[in-house]
């Protein structure tokens, strides 16, 4: 039965369901998934369903045969596990969204899992962090004008808030407040807060003008006249000829903004991404001597493991075994 036919035709007994009800209720339960992982399962589910068509496969409901060898075909054309567990999630999404039972938990599928794991690894590649002074040298090569004030403030605030790249993307100007500590950041949805409860950070003025993260927000304000844009983006794009655009950065934007200034000062790009500013914050904080309380309080993370590899990282040469025992 349709949900047409459920607002129309109600069973005996029942009460009638008004088809505005039940639109509702399918946009909240598409909202109970965050806008990017429902497309990271729909470019996913999409590749599995083309794979199965090429073979004469069934791709719903799919066998657990056809999931094992379909995930051995990734790996084998060089996937890596984390991206497998991502497309054995939107299979298993696809499956249950149409009241099948999902092949993802059958024994055999999660057999072909753990062996490409423990064949491949699941070690995940580690950026560089942007620290303290890389940041100084990436500052001392930004281009004068609108573009360099932007990306300055961008990277000084990324850094200093330890924001996600997709965190930097939402911020709106009123979600700004200067105030005598420094500067008060409203994030109103995270990766680790999808039903928004939203959280304020602070961002203390730094020792260095040339490098402060809240004067540097408040110039790029200035020149780009965005203080009455209460509900405008804060980082926006800027074009080759210096002029403000309305269409804010998206994520990818910032990852290339951080790639491209890292080259710049004559770091290495390619060891960088967006998420550079967030592990170098994290990274430099434990150098400091911040406590772990300290250090999540600022990240957002709710995890002290997740912390620890930041820790562990940082003091690699302290208190080291392999020093001063006379070699």
Known sequence: MTSQNLATRPAAGA??????????????????????????YRRAWQAFVAWCEGRGLASLPAAPEAVALYLTARADAGRKPATLALDLAAIGAAHKTAGCSSPAAAESVRQVLAG??????????????????????????????????????????????????????????????????????????????????????????????ATCPVRSVKAWLEAAQLQDDQAGPVFREVTRHGRLGDV???????????????????????????????????????KAGKSTHAIMRQTG???????????????????????????
């Open 248 to 286: 804010p950065l998206a994520g990818r934007s910032i990852a290339r903004i951080v790639k491209r200034n890292a080259e710049a000062a004559g770091l290495d790009a390619a060891r960088y991404s967006g998420h550079s500013l967030r592990a170098g914050l994290a990274t430099a904080a434990a």
């Open 15 to 40: 009460l009638a369901v008004p088809q505005k009800l039940v639109d509702s209720a399918r946009s909240y339960a598409k909202a109970s998934r965050a806008p990017r992982t429902l497309e990271s």
């Open 116 to 209: 490409i794991r423990r064949t491949l690894g699941v070690a995940q590649r580690q950026v560089a962090p942007l620290l303290p002074g890389d940041l100084r040298a990436v500052s001392a090569a930004l281009p004068v004008g609108l573009l360099g004030l932007r990306d300055r403030a961008l990277l000084l605030l990324g850094f200093a808030g330890a924001f996600r790249r997709s965190e930097l993307a939402q911020l709106e100007v009123r979600d700004l407040t200067f105030t005598a500590d420094g500067l008060e950041v409203v994030l109103r949805r995270s990766k680790t807060d999808q039903e928004g409860r939203g959280e304020t950070k602070g961002i203390p003025h730094g020792s260095d003008p």
């Open 301 to 327: 993370h709710k995890s002290a493991d997740m912390v620890a590899r930041y820790v562990r990282d940082a003091k690699l040469f302290d208190d080291n075994a392999a020093a001063g025992i006379g070699l």
